[in-house]
């Protein structure tokens, strides 16, 4: 049986753990940090995702939205460092309605991002317009907070691709989007460089003696004794946290995300994430609806279904690919690889886009070919990430963060970082530590707080 020693094994080389390494060898100087996985890095859930950041986050309290603007800040510095290889950009997310009465709903919720300290909001109308619309490359653009743009005129004249019955459109101007793939594997080979070890293997045992991590035990027999144990294992969080006896609050939900080549340029090249804020019934001609109401597996699909349907441009200028989602069922599931991938998937995305971005129609009509995959938001009970210390003395998780991983990557990565090397916490990191649910009154308290405003 072989021995190796280190300081430091995280088990997980998706983006999380990645980045974990990143932050404690390369940021910090640490020597001496292993990274397992059985599979290749990054190619679990972190190649899977739609690749979007953003600073906007809803409370109680600052601790998302600080979270994000610093894990955006250290995305940022990476940029500038390596000429912005992973293709950070700044176009924003833009939210579309329909309906004037869902204006005051767009409105508050960006009065209470401003007041969390996600930036200022702008109102413009025909009447006074100051809107200063985005770059499609690169992230120099400086504006954060958000434009709320009032009035099909006026949204037309920015955004003509989009429906003339749209009446609202929100730009969140701090979001964007990435390659999380070059994200992540430059950050690796800035680890590597710095001597972070990878070793292919499974993580099938953690040692524990006297209440003190001792090292992990490998599927082939392998011993790696560290004092530090770093649980970076992405839907199987839960999983690897009973190898230690802890509990991690963890479930797992299936998303899908869907890519077809959009060959009548529905939707613009430059064009920012467009989501729509509206929920809607689906039109379904008598036939389809006759169909759908004699399964019980899809009777659902006739009722109104929520807003969030969304999509975005995908790769360079001269390509044609553009990525759509739509989450319509956020049950927790048992996680199976591969991904069951839904039939449906690509046909509601599109459906549900219609009503924003009307040419999505001929789509309807006739569904070009289109590629799904997806993977598993892990996550907690109130939709906030775990970092931190959790069970034995030595043993940290970084995690369950949802569908915002690669956004938050760095910055959870940077807070972990701060409580292995004993650093001065920031006021946002208790937010996030694993032993908030040990205070009851917190827990309880979960059941009054809002929308966790998922993507
Ligand atoms: C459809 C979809 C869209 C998304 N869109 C976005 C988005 O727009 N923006 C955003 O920020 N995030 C998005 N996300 C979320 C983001 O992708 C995840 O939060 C993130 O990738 C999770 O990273 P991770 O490192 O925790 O997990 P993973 O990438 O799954 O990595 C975990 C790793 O641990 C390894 N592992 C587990 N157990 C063991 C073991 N016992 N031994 C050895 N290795 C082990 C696995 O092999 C895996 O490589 C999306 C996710 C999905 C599914």
Request: aromatic share 8%.
């Amino acid at each position: 049986m072989e021995v190796r020693k280190a300081e430091i094994v995280i088990c997980g080389a998706g983006i999380m753990g990645v980045s974990a390494a990143y932050f404690l060898a390369v940021k910090t100087g640490m020597d001496h940090v292993v990274l397992v996985d059985e599979r290749s890095p990054l190619t679990l859930t972190s190649d899977k995702s739609t690749e979007c950041y953003r600073n906007w986050w809803p409370g109680p309290g600052d601790a998302m939205v600080r979270l994000m603007n610093r894990s955006i800040d250290l995305m940022e510095k990476m940029a500038q460092e390596c000429g912005n290889l992973f293709h950070l950009n700044r176009r924003g997310y833009l939210y579309l309605s329909t309906e004037k009465a869902r204006i005051a709903d767009l409105e508050n919720t960006a009065r209470e991002a401003e007041s969390l300290g996600a930036g200022n909001l702008r109102v413009h109308d025909m009447s006074s317009d100051s809107y200063v619309g985005h770059l499609a490359d690169g992230f120099a653009q400086k504006l954060d907070g958000a434009d709320l743009l009032l009035g099909p005129k006026l949204i037309q004249g920015y955004f003509p691709y989009l429906s003339k019955d749209v009446v609202a459109a929100l730009h969140v101007r701090r979001a964007g989007w990435l390659s999380a793939q070059q994200y992540g594997m430059w950050m690796l080979e800035q680890a590597r460089a710095a001597g972070v070890v990878v070793i292919r293997g499974r993580v099938e045992g953690v040692d524990v003696r006297a209440g003190m991590v001792e090292g992990v035990t490998l599927g082939d027999g392998t011993r790696i004794k560290a004092p530090v144990f770093v649980n970076a294992a992405g839907p199987h969080l839960g999983g690897l946290g009973k190898l230690l006896d802890v509990k991690l609050p963890v479930h797992n939900e299936r998303h899908l995300k869907s890519s077809f080549d959009d060959h009548l340029e529905v939707l613009s090249r430059d064009a920012p994430l467009v989501i729509c804020a509206d929920p809607q019934r689906l039109e379904w001609n008598e036939a389809e609806q006759a169909l759908l109401v004699d399964d019980e597996q899809t009777t659902w699909l006739l009722d109104e279904l929520p807003a969030g349907a969304h999509a975005r441009p995908e790769g360079e200028s001269g390509a044609r690919s553009i990525l759509a989602l739509w989450d319509l069922r956020n049950d927790a599931v048992d996680v199976e690889f591969p991904v069951q991938i839904d039939p449906l998937a690509a046909e509601l995305a599109v459906r549900g886009l219609v009503r924003i971005l009307p040419g999505m129609q001929a789509y309807v009509r006739r569904m070009p070919r289109p590629f799904v995959d997806g993977g598993y938001y892990t996550k907690t009970l109130e939709n906030r990430p775990l970092v931190g210390q959790a069970g034995p003395e030595g043993s940290y998780v970084i995690g369950a963060a949802s569908g915002y991983g690669i956004m938050a990557a760095a910055g959870m990565a940077d807070l972990l970082t701060v409580q292995i090397t004993g650093k001065e916490l920031p006021g946002h990191a208790a937010a996030f530590a694993p032993n908030r649910y040990s205070n009851d009154a917190y827990v309880s308290s979960l059941e009054d707080w809002g929308d966790s405003w998922q993507l």
